[in-house]
């Protein structure tokens, strides 16, 4: 099933802040965040494994609530490269089967 | 690296048409995905594999075949082609080692198909 993300678009000028939530119906054993400039392809971000383990960029943080299956990306001092389109990927146990995008939050960064 | 490779770039079907999609990967990886991407929407999953010979399906397989006879290719078989099968398809390729999850997928450009 897919994650539902919020909000789906948001504004910001250049130095702000914002956060990006993922939530998810079911259990979750990861979640995987990426980003996708127009016209590109998606690239990594984060990766948040249940049990804390987490790998991903210096200057992008995040969380993952495992009991309410939740996940938020913060973006902090926000540059205009941070403008595009954020992904989740949530996945159960079988990393394959089971692993779903959500709908996506586009991020639009003014100088 | 040339990472993940997809080609044709772009292509125009008429319905009814086939035609395979073709990616490549240098890096070794045991995992490897097709997703489409219809516009202003998320990936969806179509089918991916876990090493040469074994295939399964994603979310939205009808309509598309794959095989996978070498660790570096997983070529994607659009049959009789339908204009709801007009998407960007991106292909993508991961490490596959326990826990798989731990592992990012690294995407190809891109191949933009318009069935008319």
């Known amino acids: 099933q897919q994650p539902v993300q919020s909000p789906q678009a948001v504004i910001l000028r250049e130095g702000e802040d914002a956060v990006i939530n993922c939530s998810s119906s079911k259990a979750l054993y990861s979640v995987h965040w990426y980003r996708q400039k127009h016209g590109e392809a998606p690239v990594f971000l984060m990766i948040l494994l249940k049990g804390g383990e987490q790998k991903g960029h210096d200057k992008i943080s995040a969380s993952f609530n495992e009991k309410k299956q939740q996940s938020s990306l913060y973006l902090t001092a926000s540059q205009l490269s941070y403008s595009g389109t954020y992904f989740c990927?949530?996945?159960?146990?079988?990393?394959?089967?089971?692993?779903?995008f959500g709908p996506g939050t586009r991020l639009s960064v003014l100088p | 690296n040339a990472g993940v490779t997809q080609t044709p770039k772009f292509r125009i079907l008429k319905i009814g048409q086939s035609m395979t999609l073709q990616c490549t990967q240098d890096m070794n990886h045991n995992y490897m995905y097709w997703y489409r991407q219809d516009p202003g929407m998320g990936l969806k999953l179509i089918y991916y594999?876990?090493?040469?010979?074994?295939?399964d399906k994603g979310e939205v397989p009808n309509g598309y075949n794959v095989s996978r006879s070498t660790t570096e290719d997983f070529p994607l078989r659009l049959e009789l082609a339908a204009p709801s099968q007009t998407s960007v398809y991106f292909c993508?390729?991961?490490?596959?080692?326990?826990?798989?999850?731990?592992?990012?997928?690294?995407f190809g450009p891109g191949t933009r198909l318009t069935v008319t």
């Open positions: 990927g949530t996945g159960g146990d079988n990393y394959g089967q089971n692993f779903v």
């Open positions: 594999s876990v090493g040469a010979g074994i295939t």
């Open positions: 993508a390729s991961s490490y596959g080692t326990d826990p798989l999850a731990y592992y990012e997928q690294y």
